[in-house]
Nanobody, 123 residues
Framework: QVQLVESGGGLVQAGGSLRLSCASS??????MGWFRQAPGKEREFVAA????????YYADSVKGRFTISKDNAKNAIYLQMNSLKPEDTAIYYC??????????????????WGQGTQVTVSS
């Protein structure tokens, strides 16, 4: 079993920054990523990375503003969010998978999910 624990959400003004963390425990993972869900909207891909030969992937809406990274020793990933916009407001979820796939941005290819952390960006 894999457990994911997120932290780092909060309230920030537009243009500000936040850093989300996700610590994992349990089995060795192949992929980890971040998704977000705003009220009344579907959960959407934000960023992901493969664990062994780190390749990173980003949604077009966050490219150049967000950076996903990992810490092998801590089995953790991070999401550095800069130049935040009100439209970034959502619950952010950490996700993990035991396998790799070309469908790296697809919600259903991740087996494990964290509890979510709220990010609110005020205008």
């Amino acid at each position: 079993q894999v457990q994911l624990v997120e932290s780092g959400g909060g309230l920030v003004q537009a243009g500000g920054s936040l850093r989300l963390s996700c610590a994992s425990s349990g089995r060795t993972l192949s992929r980890m990523g971040w998704f977000r869900q705003a009220p009344g909207k579907e959960r959407e891909f934000v960023a992901a990375l493969t664990w062994s030969a780190p390749t990173t992937y980003y949604a077009d809406s966050v490219k150049g503003r967000f950076t996903i990274s990992k810490d092998n020793a801590k089995n953790a990933i991070y999401l550095q969010m800069n130049s935040l916009k009100p439209e970034d407001t959502a619950i952010y979820y950490c996700a993990a998978s035991l396998s790799n796939t070309l469908l790296v941005r697809v919600v259903t290819t991740f087996e494990y999910w964290g509890q979510g952390t709220q990010v609110t960006v005020s205008s």
